[in-house]
């Protein structure tokens, strides 16, 4: 039965997290383990397990939230589904072979510089109101650069349990050119089925520690509703802004992890 004291705090820490990753697309998993390994002193392995069943709760909530929204490309998301699952089941199997502390290291210094781009581009200082259409049209280079970003984010979900979406949303804001709200809603869709296959190893290797993830998919199914609400209120400047800053953070601990 999980623990009462335990669970509390992980559940408002999860309803937090939640809520800033849904608001910006996506699953959490960058916040989820550098903080369960510096703040709750879980192992890595069990980390990335914890925070894979936490994602799979927060990206399936927040696809509902987005979908009464419509801001969901289904197909573009679709196909950041295709290479997911080989990329999750390698990403698994270079946690074996790779020190985490150097996979921590790539990561945090790409997300840093994705940070820097996403504040220094032109539409991060355009209209709330931006004209890109819905739905992108599916030319060879928008499939080839959607296929490339979905092997990318399952390897990402499989070696740190990241979920891909920063992968994702790099890739269709910097390089598709989405709205960053579409592509915060079209990554949590796409991220769903990623979750659950990077989940399913973590799993069987006994990665999922109940007393932790209980109260921390309570608190993501909530704060996965809030985030895309939040979204709709504050526009597409503040949301890529606060995309291209939740990445730096994220990256700056990342980094972290090294010294401790």
């Excluded at 940070?115 to 220094?120: A, C, E, H, N, V």
């Excluded at 994702?168 to 050119?177: F, W």
């Excluded at 309570?218 to 504050?234: C, D, E, F, N, T």
Aim: aromatic share 8%; net charge positive.
């Amino acid at each position: 039965m999980p623990n009462l004291g335990l669970g509390i705090p992980l559940f408002i820490f999860s309803l937090f997290i939640a809520t800033i990753s849904s608001l910006v697309g996506l699953g959490g998993g960058v916040f989820l383990v550098p903080s369960l390994i510096l703040i709750f002193g879980l192992p890595s392995q069990k980390a990335v397990g914890a925070s894979l069943f936490t994602m799979t709760f927060t990206t399936i909530s927040a696809t509902i939230a987005y979908a009464r929204q419509k801001k969901i490309d289904y197909r573009i998301g679709i196909l950041l589904d295709v290479l997911d699952v080989p990329g999750a089941a390698l990403g698994a199997y270079v946690t074996t072979l790779i020190d985490s502390k150097l996979l921590a290291t790539i990561f945090g210094i790409y997300l840093f510089i994705v940070s820097i781009r996403l504040l220094r581009s032109r539409e991060a200082h355009g209209n709330d109101e931006p004209n890109n259409p819905v739905s992108l049209r599916l030319t060879k280079g928008v499939v080839a650069s959607t296929l490339v970003a979905s092997f990318a984010s399952g390897v990402v979900a499989g070696m740190l349990g990241a979920g891909g979406g920063t992968v994702d949303e790099t890739v269709m804001i910097l390089v598709l050119g989405m709205p960053a709200s579409l592509a915060a809603g079209t990554a949590e869709f796409g991220m769903a089925l990623t979750n659950m296959a990077a989940l399913f190893p973590h799993w069987m290797f006994g990665n999922v520690l109940i007393d932790y993830v209980v109260p921390l998919a309570l608190g993501a199914i909530l704060g996965a509703q809030i985030g895309p609400h939040l979204s709709k209120r504050v526009g597409e400047r503040i949301v890529r802004r606060s995309l291209a800053i939740v990445f730096a953070i994220i990256g700056i601990r990342m980094l972290l992890i090294n010294t401790v």
